[in-house]
């Protein structure tokens, strides 16, 4: 069974403060994706990665895939409120169901 | 356009009562699945299906049963309902297994069993 782990668990900070989450996996994967759930709805996609080393841009969040493809990266710059959420990766392995992580709970303060 | 639509929002149960929770898409997505969350557990998948007619188990199956017969829905029944399901369960579907253009979820149906 792949492990997928994501740190931190939980994270708190400030209007305007910078900061990175992390996804780390057991093994290679073929690519990952990023989700951001909100209280009360289901996760909504933000992005795949799908090459070692790649790195994509969302407007504040950029998002890395780590050369070996055994981990990925989530900063955000200048957080605002409306970043508050649990954001999840996700990863596939082949030709089964996506494995995803347990989160990071992140809680912007305006 | 609708996406996933789960039903009901809300449930409560009580021990030993069956139910179905209902998931339907309609953006021609041969894949769907379903997903319990619990708090400090992540998303666990409990039953999905790659086209009608096909389903598979997942992580966590035991006490739920599924069905599709149509590609439209994907319905997950609990058979005699325990405590230790109290969850929210969302539905997802996508183009492929794979999901190369991500999963679509629906909101969610909150459930308690007491």
């Known amino acids: 069974t792949q492990l997928l782990e994501q740190s931190p668990q939980f994270l708190s900070i400030q209007e305007g403060e910078n900061l990175t989450v992390y996804c780390n996996s057991s093994s290679v994967f073929s690519s990952l994706q990023w989700y951001r759930q909100e209280p009360g709805e289901g996760p909504v996609l933000l992005v795949t990665v799908v090459t070692g080393g790649e790195v994509k841009k969302l407007k504040r969040l950029t998002f890395q895939f780590g050369d070996a493809r055994k981990d990925s990266s989530l900063h955000i710059t200048a957080a605002q409120p409306g970043d508050t959420g649990l954001y999840l990766c996700?990863?596939?392995?082949?030709?089964?169901?996506?494995?995803f992580g347990k989160g990071t709970r992140l809680s912007v303060i305006a | 356009n609708a996406g996933v639509t789960q039903t009901p929002k809300f449930q409560v149960l009580k021990t030993g009562q069956s139910m179905t929770l209902q998931c339907a898409q309609d953006?021609?997505?041969?894949?769907m699945s379903w997903y319990r969350q619990d708090p400090g557990m992540g998303l666990r998948l409990i039953h999905y299906?790659?086209?009608?007619?096909?389903?598979d188990q997942g992580e966590v199956p035991n006490g739920y049963n599924v069905s599709r017969s149509t590609t439209e829905d994907f319905p997950l029944r609990l058979l005699s309902a325990a405590p230790s399901q109290t969850s929210v369960y969302f539905c997802a579907s996508s183009y492929s297994v794979r999901g190369w253009a991500g999963y679509t979820f629906g909101s969610g149906t909150r459930l308690t069993v007491v």
């Open positions: 996700a990863l596939n392995s082949g030709n089964t169901p996506l494995v």
């Open positions: 953006m021609n997505h041969e894949y």
């Open positions: 299906s790659v086209g009608a007619g096909i389903t």
